[in-house]
C-alpha cells in the first residue's frame, strides 16, 4: 500500500523567513508527487507537481519542491513566506497514470502558521 | 469556466436521516471521487468511478453508498449506517496530469 508522510503537522514561522515543509513517501513502483493548499472551508488547490522530468519543481506563489528517490522525499520549500502564506498544505502521491491520474493518497497535512 | 460545483456548502441534519451530496463537474473527466476530511486525519478516499456506471469503494465506504449515471455527476448519500457523518466532504475529478477538487460540502448532523 501507498503511504505519504508529512513530518510536522504544524509549522510556524514569521514572515519573510524561509519555510521547509516536509514530506516522504513509500512505494516501490515509479510516483508522480503533489503538493496542494487549502485554505479554510475551501477546496484544495494544486501548488506544483512531479510528474517525469527534471527533479526541481517550480509552482505558484514562489513554492518550489525538489523529487529525491533516494530518499523517497518531495519537500516544499519558500524562501521568503508571507502572511497569506498561513494555511494547511497536503503532500499526495499517484502511482498509476494512463490517460486518467489514478487516485491519490494523501499525507495528514501541515499547518503553516506564518506571524507579522 | 470549468471546474467542479458542490452543493450545498453547509449542510445539517438530524442523526438518522439519509442525505445527498451533490457534486458536478464540466471538465468532461471520467474520473471522479469522494474524500472525506476530518481535522488531523488528511483526507480519506470514500468511493471512485473511472467511468460511467461503474464505480468502486476507497478506504472509508462503509456508511456511505454513490452512483454515476452521467458523466458530469456523482452524488454520494451518507447513509444513517455512517456512525460519525459529520465531517468536510471533498469531491474532485481527475486529468491526465492533476486532479481537480470542489469547494466542498460541510455536514453536521445532529
Known amino acids: 500500500a501507498q503511504s505519504v508522510t508529512q513530518l510536522d503537522s504544524q509549522v510556524p514561522v514569521f514572515e519573510e523567513a524561509p519555510v521547509e515543509l516536509r514530506c516522504n513517501y513509500s512505494?516501490?513502483?515509479?510516483?508522480?508527487l503533489f503538493w496542494y493548499v487549502q485554505y479554510p472551508n475551501q477546496g484544495l488547490q494544486l501548488l506544483l507537481k512531479y510528474l517525469s522530468g527534471s527533479t526541481l519543481v517550480k509552482g505558484i506563489n514562489g513554492f518550489e519542491a525538489e523529487f529525491n528517490k533516494s530518499q523517497t522525499s518531495f519537500h516544499l520549500r519558500k524562501p521568503s513566506v508571507h502572511i497569506s502564506d498561513t494555511a494547511e498544505y497536503f503532500c499526495?502521491?499517484?502511482?498509476?497514470?494512463?490517460?486518467?491520474?489514478?487516485?491519490?493518497?494523501f499525507g495528514r497535512g501541515t499547518q503553516l502558521t506564518v506571524w507579522p | 469556466d470549468g471546474g467542479i460545483t458542490q452543493s450545498p456548502k453547509y449542510l445539517f441534519r438530524k442523526e438518522g436521516q439519509n442525505v445527498t451530496l451533490s457534486c458536478e463537474q464540466n471538465?468532461?473527466?471520467?474520473?471522479m471521487y469522494w474524500y472525506r476530511q476530518d481535522p488531523g486525519q488528511g483526507l480519506r478516499l470514500i468511493y471512485y468511478s473511472q467511468i460511467v456506471n461503474d464505480f468502486q469503494k476507497g478506504d472509508i465506504a462503509e456508511g456511505y453508498s454513490v452512483s454515476r449515471e452521467k458523466k458530469e455527476s456523482f452524488p454520494l448519500t451518507v447513509t444513517s449506517a455512517q456512525k460519525n457523518p459529520t465531517a468536510f466532504y471533498l469531491c474532485?475529478?481527475?486529468?491526465?496530469?492533476?486532479?481537480?477538487f470542489g469547494p466542498g460540502t460541510r455536514l453536521t448532523v445532529l
Open positions: 499526495a502521491v499517484s502511482h498509476d497514470r494512463g490517460s486518467t491520474l489514478g487516485r491519490l493518497y
Open positions: 471538465l468532461n473527466h471520467d474520473a
Open positions: 512505494s516501490s513502483v515509479s510516483v508522480y
Open positions: 474532485a475529478s481527475s486529468g491526465r496530469q492533476e486532479q481537480f
